[in-house]
């Protein structure tokens, strides 16, 4: 099963756009990309997926580079309300999504 | 319905104590999941259930855990003779299956045992 690799920790200047790296160079070809945030002593909270093409919503944009080794989730203008654990996840041929420890960001005023 | 729900939000307990979680999954999901969440780390797979059928259990999930999921709607996970390294809190999730379904997840039950 795919594995991801997040930096442990970034910041960003609110109101800047938040760009959070991603790698899963193991992923197969049928294996999507999911990005969760979890806010202190919440459940997570699901942002954006995608297979092979960019995806956007009203939360996030989600960039997959060609050869989906790595990924980049996208916070256009960051408020402090986006300081939280985002989680990069690949979900499994058992549709089971397999945790890593994430990115915390911290949004500065 | 409004998500996934748990109950309690909180559990305080004293070792050797059974205790009870119930989660309530979004009613049209099929498949369930329990994780459980240490500080500092993100969710471990416990167990999964899609309808009725428990169809996976993690390693974490000793003798002393159990879970149902009676007619596939909501869910138990019972802890017998609890000790303190169960303090962490566990979260629920659903989902319809399927690799381009998310999970929705609950808030959580925080449990401490003392």
């Known amino acids: 099963d795919a594995k991801t690799t997040q930096p442990t920790s970034m910041d960003c200047a609110e109101g800047r756009a938040a760009n959070l790296p991603c790698n899963h160079s193991t992923i197969s070809g049928n294996e999507y990309v999911y990005w969760y945030r979890q806010i202190h002593s919440q459940g997570p909270q699901y942002i954006i997926h995608g297979l092979k093409n960019n995806e956007t919503n009203e939360m996030a944009s989600l960039i997959i580079t060609e050869d989906r080794k790595s990924s980049t989730l996208i916070l256009p203008h960051a408020t402090l309300r986006d300081t939280a654990v985002y989680y990069c996840i690949v979900m499994d041929s058992n549709y089971q999504l397999i945790w890593g420890a994430g990115t915390k960001l911290i949004i500065k005023p | 319905d409004t998500g996934v729900s748990q109950n309690p939000r909180h559990k305080i307990t004293k070792r050797g104590q059974n205790v009870t979680f119930r989660c309530d999954p979004i009613?049209?999901?099929?498949?369930l999941y329990w994780y459980r969440q240490t500080l500092g780390q993100g969710p471990e797979f416990l167990t999964y259930f899609q309808n009725e059928a428990q169809l996976e259990k993690s390693r974490l999930l000793s003798d002393r855990f159990s879970a149902e999921r009676p007619k596939g709607s909501f869910s138990t996970l019972e802890i017998q003779r609890t000790e303190q390294g169960d303090s962490a809190m566990y979260l629920c999730a659903s989902s319809l299956g399927g690799s381009d379904y998310g999970y929705t997840f609950g808030s959580g039950t925080r449990l401490t045992v003392v």
């Open positions: 009613s049209e999901h099929n498949r």
